[in-house]
């Protein structure tokens, strides 16, 4: 199988999300998407603003129509209170997989261009293939200077209309696959949605109307 990890607040998971990933899934040929809400990001110290259980029933909802779109609590709250680290969550996952089965990353192009800060970052492009999802106005020159130091290109980008290739290697050989979705314009802000909420407008538009009542019926926001 073909299985691509998304991890994120999903706070609260929108329609944005279920189009990068019907995209992902589309372009690549996976065969399952695993939805994976984040305990603790370590890169944002606020943190999320419903708590995990909420986050998770929401994603549950909002995948519920996608046969081919998973939960994962693998990246729940650490037992220490300790943040969750990506690398470590991907290790886990990948260890419970098969040795015939595929595993990507899935991300968006504004976590994906942080990447310099994640930790361990120079290791996890190595774990297993990513899948960047584009926002409006991304540019191939911001994906390769993301990369941390020690990272290079191997050749050009292989481009088309719906994946760019990066073929990556390291100081020590090894070689992963980077892919680009390039041409997505789902510019949609959790931030905003939670604003929009918090000043009583409506968010139905930009969010699946099983979540939309879920933070409805909860009091969320």
């Known amino acids: 199988m073909r299985i691509a990890f ?5 706070d609260p998971p929108h329609c944005g999300h279920l189009k990068i990933a019907e995209a992902a899934a589309a372009r690549l040929h996976l065969d399952r ?32 129509p996608y046969p081919a779109f998973g939960l994962s609590t693998l990246d729940a709250p650490r037992p220490d209170g300790k943040p969750n680290y990506t690398i470590d969550t991907l290790l886990r996952l990948k260890a419970s997989l098969s040795a015939d089965d595929e595993m990507f990353c899935l991300v ?38 993301a990369l941390p130091a020690g990272i290079t290109l191997s ?8 994946v760019v290739r ?8 090894q070689h992963s696959v980077l892919y680009l979705l390039p041409d997505l314009h789902e ?7 939670r604003t929009a909420l918090a000043e009583g407008e409506q968010a139905g538009q930009v969010l699946p109307s099983s979540v939309a009542d879920y933070i409805h019926q909860h009091g969320l926001y």
């Open 6 to 10: 998304f991890g994120g607040t999903f």
């Open 33 to 64: 998407v695993l939805f994976a809400p984040v305990g603790q990001q370590p890169l944002k110290h606020d943190g999320p603003t419903a708590h995990f259980a909420d986050r998770v029933a929401m994603v549950r909802l909002a995948i519920a």
């Open 108 to 145: 968006g192009a504004d976590s994906f261009l942080t990447l310099q800060h994640w930790y361990r970052a120079v290791e996890i492009l190595f774990v297993c293939n990513f899948i960047v999802a584009g926002r409006p106005g991304t540019h191939l020159d911001e994906i390769s200077t």
């Open 155 to 162: 050749g050009p980008p292989e481009i088309s209309s719906e």
């Open 166 to 173: 990066f073929h990556l290697q390291n100081t020590r050989a």
């Open 187 to 193: 510019d949609i802000s959790a931030t905003r949605i």
